[in-house]
């Protein structure tokens, strides 16, 4: 069965690689319009190492994004839990800043950050994009934990602190997991849109790679860079859900094995 479920995606990939491959030779489409797979594939190779320095350069602001995000999202969510007050002053702020589209402020971010520190902006606007989710699901978790139990702790006495960590943060942990595989992807989006916005050579990301090769008709470098970033997400993907199934697979229900 585990066998299957990884071979069954490769082989519907691989089918439908050669699909593209049988039609592009087939209809004698133009390179500049839609490449074959063997020529992104030639680009790749012809062009790695610049590709994967662009890479290197979008995975550390995703990547720093993304710990903001989650270091800041948490942060909030447990004030959130412990005063109502905070809450409700500070949470349509954060509704406020995730409604608002990041292609509408990025422009006002570079200006504000300066042209000299792209990569500043770049990282607040991937921030921006991936904090929402963490602060929300987290919020959610902590104000899910079992009332009987919290009940308990107060009847045996135990102080705010030891409900927060022996309670509340327990029963978050899911939910929090759960964003987190959310926010690692919409901190890699975030990287990429606001480097297209930015517009800047200044930083190398996969995102101005794309840039550069669309206005020099280098099709197949460009699907490339596309090839590559979607790796990116997918490996982002897994290491979260893999750190996900380390985490719950011996206790919660979602991920505890049970006998047919």
């Known amino acids: 069965m585990k ?3 990884v071979l069954a995606p490769l082989l519907t990939v691989a089918l ?3 699909i593209w491959e049988a039609m592009v030779d087939m209809w004698q489409v133009p390179a500049f319009v839609v490449p074959a797979p063997s020529a992104i594939w030639a680009a790749l190779l012809g062009d790695l190492g610049s590709l994967l320095h ?3 350069v979008t995975l550390r602001i995703s990547v720093m994004a993304f710990a903001l995000a989650l270091a800041s999202g948490v942060a909030l969510a447990v004030l959130f839990s412990q005063n109502r007050t905070v809450e409700m002053a500070l949470f349509p702020l954060a509704v406020i800043l995730q409604v608002t589209p990041i292609i509408a402020i990025a422009p006002l971010i ?3 950050t300066g042209i000299d520190n792209v990569n500043r902006a ?3 606007m991937a921030w921006i994009a991936a904090f929402f989710p ?4 987290m919020t959610l978790g902590l104000r899910a934990a079992d009332h009987g139990l919290l009940d308990l702790y107060r009847l045996y006495g135990a102080s705010r602190f030891q409900v927060l960590t022996q309670v509340r943060m327990p029963s978050a942990l899911p939910y929090l997991l759960s964003a987190m595989k959310i926010s690692g992807g919409l901190a890699l989006i975030g990287a990429v849109v606001a ?3 930015a517009g800047s050579g200044a930083s190398m990301g996969l995102a101005w790679r794309i840039m550069e090769s669309g206005n020099r008709l280098q099709i197949a470098k460009m699907f490339a860079a596309l090839l590559l970033l979607s790796a990116l997400g997918i490996a982002i993907f897994f290491c979260l859900s893999t750190l996900e199934h380390l985490l719950l697979r011996r206790w919660h229900e979602s991920r505890v094995t049970r006998e047919e």
């Open 3 to 5: 066998t299957g479920r």
């Open 16 to 18: 439908a690689l050669g």
């Open 54 to 56: 662009s890479l290197w």
């Open 110 to 112: 570079v200006i504000w």
């Open 122 to 124: 770049l990282l607040l």
């Open 134 to 137: 963490i602060l929300s699901n």
């Open 195 to 197: 480097e297209f916005v």
